[in-house]
């Protein structure tokens, strides 16, 4: 039996069960607050009652730790080589948020063996149920492994900010996407909020602007989820380490956050999207399927 054929029975296998709503938070270039946001974003869901881990995906940095003030005792690699399980690797944060670091164990998951693939894709497929969404923070870019996960994910949400550098670099990632081989327009919702914006309107302007060349060349679809506003209280929580809808809930950033949150939750009502789980999702990364 080869790999794909042993991962197609391991996704079968978990139809039955509950599956987790993955959502890949994504950005053209580095520094335009994706990791904060979905930090922000998962403390809100944990506030309407969802059950919320984020997988940092972005290799070589730790952002979601340093934020999260906690240093991890184990990441994925542990899960791969050391045979661990899901629940060891996870490191709870505030609020219960769950988090789980990637290390360099996801980008070396395409040479393993057929058995060491079925351990870890079954390991996975378990967050589904202790879990209802699922935040995967790639890096930032257009490198191959952030397309990897943008490709296997049904649900991105694209960070931008009115800098030309982050609007061309958007652009390009999208672009990116949509010449990749297995990228398939009806099955991904891509989803664009506008950061660091002085008012509403601009980031309004900034999601026009964009979506107006993505819809003239690339003809991809993107709906706007709404803006984060530019905010010295979230720039001092980011300071303290703190997410700054814990420390400051009832800042101008927070509130954005959770209108984004409760736009996000009453999307998944409206649109009914199949919740693909996280054993689909990394299998299609692995075999492409």
């Not at 730790?65 to 690797?89: R, S, T, W």
């Not at 400051?248 to 009453?266: D, H, V």
Request: aromatic share 6%; glycine share 8%; with cysteine.
């Amino acid at each position: 039996m080869d790999q794909a054929q042993q991962l197609r029975i391991i996704k079968a296998s978990q139809q039955n069960r509950p599956m987790a709503r993955v959502i890949t938070v994504t950005s053209g270039k580095g520094g335009v607050g994706k990791s904060n946001t979905a930090i922000n974003l998962a403390i809100q869901f944990r506030k309407m009652g969802k059950r919320v881990i984020i997988l940092d995906a972005d290799f070589g940095l730790a952002n979601i730790e340093i934020m999260f003030g906690a240093v991890p005792k184990h990441n994925l690699c542990d899960l791969i080589y050391q045979g661990k399980n899901i629940k060891e690797i996870i490191t709870w944060g505030p609020m219960e948020v769950g988090f789980i670091s990637g290390g360099s164990g996801i980008a070396g998951m395409s040479n393993l063996g057929s058995e060491y693939l079925s351990y870890i894709v079954q390991n996975l497929a378990e967050l589904d149920s202790i879990t209802d969404i699922i935040l995967v923070d790639t890096g930032a870019g257009i490198s191959d492994a952030v397309l990897e996960f943008l490709v296997a994910s049904g649900e991105i949400l694209l960070i931008t900010t009115p800098e030309p550098t982050s609007i061309t670099d958007s652009y390009s990632l999208l672009k990116a996407l949509h010449r990749h081989p297995r990228f398939k327009e009806s099955d991904t919702k891509i989803k664009m909020i506008s950061n660091r914006v002085e008012k509403e309107q601009e980031g309004e302007a900034l999601y026009n602007k964009l979506n107006a060349v993505v819809t003239r060349y690339l003809k991809i679809p993107m709906t706007y989820l709404g803006c984060i506003p530019q905010d010295t209280q979230l720039t001092r929580a980011v300071m303290q380490q703190m997410p700054v809808s814990l420390q400051q809930p009832q800042a101008k950033s927070s509130k954005a956050f959770e209108t984004i949150a409760n736009r996000l939750l009453g999307i998944e009502e409206t649109e009914r999207q199949p919740k693909r789980g996280m054993a689909a999702f990394f299998s299609h990364i692995v075999t492409g399927r």
